[in-house]
C-alpha cells in the first residue's frame, strides 16, 4: 500500500504567510526527504532528514520528523508566489528505494 | 547542461503501438529509476538499475521493458499501449552508498497519451 501520505492535499495561503504540510509514513526508514515538483517539471530535492534527527533547517524551509509517531513536517517562511508547487515527502528505504507520498499541492495567493 | 534529460516531452500515440522513452544522466551517478505519475499526482517507481543492472521491479506489466546500455542511460519500452499507460514518466537518477542517502535528481518528464 501507498507509504506516504500527505496531509492537507490541497493548501491555499496569502503570500508572506507560512506553509505547512504534514506526511505520515507505515514503516522503518532511513531518511525522509522532501521534494517540490513545479507545474509540468520533474521532481526537485529539498531536504533530507536522517531517521535519528528532530528537527532540520534549510532556509525558509523547516522539516521535523517524530519517529514515534510515523509523521514528519514541512514548514515554509514568509511565503512567496515562487513557493507555489506540490510538495512530495519521500521515506528512504534500504539503499536505493525511495517510496513517494501523493503530495500537498500548494497554491501561494499574491 | 541538463542533468537528467529524457525524450520524448511529449508522446501521443494510438492503442496497441510501441514506444519507447529516452533517458540519460550527466551525473555520473550510478543508479537509475523509472516512475509513473498518474492523474492523480500519484508517484510510483516502476524500475530502477545500478550499474546496468536491475534491482527495483515493481509490480508493472511485463509490456514495460527497461533497458540499460551503460550506467548513464536507461531506457523505458513499452508494447501494446494501452488506455491505461496514459501517464507522466519520470526519469532519474541517484548515487549510492552512505553518504550520498539517495537523493535523487529528475528529469522533467515525458507525458503520454494513448488514444
Known amino acids: 500500500s501507498q507509504q506516504g501520505e500527505e496531509d492537507p492535499q490541497a493548501l491555499s495561503i496569502q503570500e508572506g504567510e507560512n506553509a505547512t504540510m504534514n506526511c505520515s509514513y507505515k514503516t522503518s526508514i532511513n531518511n525522509l526527504q522532501w521534494y517540490r515538483q513545479n507545474s509540468g517539471r520533474g521532481l526537485v530535492h529539498l531536504i533530507l532528514i536522517r531517521s535519528n534527527e528532530r528537527e532540520k533547517h534549510s532556509g525558509r524551509l523547516r522539516v521535523t520528523l517524530d519517529t514515534s509517531k510515523k509523521s514528519s513536517s514541512l514548514l515554509i517562511t514568509a511565503s512567496r508566489a515562487a513557493d507555489t508547487a506540490s510538495y512530495f515527502c519521500?521515506?528512504?528505504?534500504?539503499?536505493?528505494?525511495?517510496?513517494f507520498g501523493q503530495g500537498t499541492r500548494l497554491t501561494i495567493n499574491p | 547542461d541538463t542533468a537528467v534529460s529524457q525524450t520524448p516531452k511529449y508522446l501521443v500515440t494510438q492503442m496497441g503501438n510501441d514506444k519507447s522513452i529516452k533517458c540519460e544522466q550527466n551525473?555520473?551517478?550510478?543508479?537509475m529509476y523509472w516512475y509513473k505519475q498518474d492523474s492523480k499526482k500519484f508517484l510510483k517507481i516502476m524500475f530502477s538499475y545500478n550499474n546496468k543492472e536491475l534491482i527495483i521491479n515493481e509490480t508493472v506489466p511485463n509490456r514495460f521493458s527497461p533497458k540499460s546500455p551503460d550506467k548513464a542511460h536507461l531506457n523505458l519500452h513499452i508494447n501494446s499501449l494501452e488506455l491505461g499507460d496514459s501517464a507522466v514518466y519520470f526519469c532519474a537518477s541517484s548515487q549510492q552508498g552512505q553518504l550520498a542517502k539517495n537523493i535523487q535528481y529528475f528529469g522533467a518528464g515525458t507525458r503520454l497519451s494513448v488514444l
Open positions: 551525473l555520473g551517478h550510478d543508479t
Open positions: 519521500a521515506t528512504g528505504q534500504g539503499a536505493q528505494k525511495l517510496v
